[in-house]
């Protein structure tokens, strides 16, 4: 009887995903010190939602445009992969900072 073949999650990740997540678990954190600066105000609310769409927009161009510079103009970005990683990666690290 042949075992089956152990498949491996590391051919599924790239280097832009495992950079947005490394990014998003960043801007969780930071975010999580703008909320607790302002003591959990509409302020520090404001200011941290303003930090996470602009971060976040700003991730995406970034590895949008290395992506257009690399590949072929007719392969489309995977722009919702990246994003839905970057905010995975910030709510992880927003859930879980309070036991750092």
């Known amino acids: ?3 089956p073949s152990a498949r491996s999650v590391v051919p599924y990740l790239s280097n832009k995903m495992l950079a ?8 969780g954190q ?4 703008i909320s607790a600066h302002h003591n959990g105000s509409i302020v520090g ?3 941290a939602l303003v930090f996470v769409l ?6 995406a161009l970034f590895l949008n445009h290395r992506h257009v ?4 103009r007719t392969e489309p970005a ?4 990246w994003l839905l990683t970057l905010g995975a990666a910030m709510m992880v690290s927003i859930w879980y900072g309070r036991f750092l």
């Open 54 to 59: 602009s971060g976040g927009a700003s991730v």
């Open 78 to 81: 995977p722009i919702q992969q």
């Open 30 to 33: 930071m975010v999580m010190g």
């Open 20 to 27: 947005c997540a490394l990014v998003g678990g960043l801007m």
């Open 69 to 72: 510079e690399r590949r072929p």
């Open 1 to 3: 009887m042949s075992k």
């Open 45 to 47: 609310l404001t200011l």
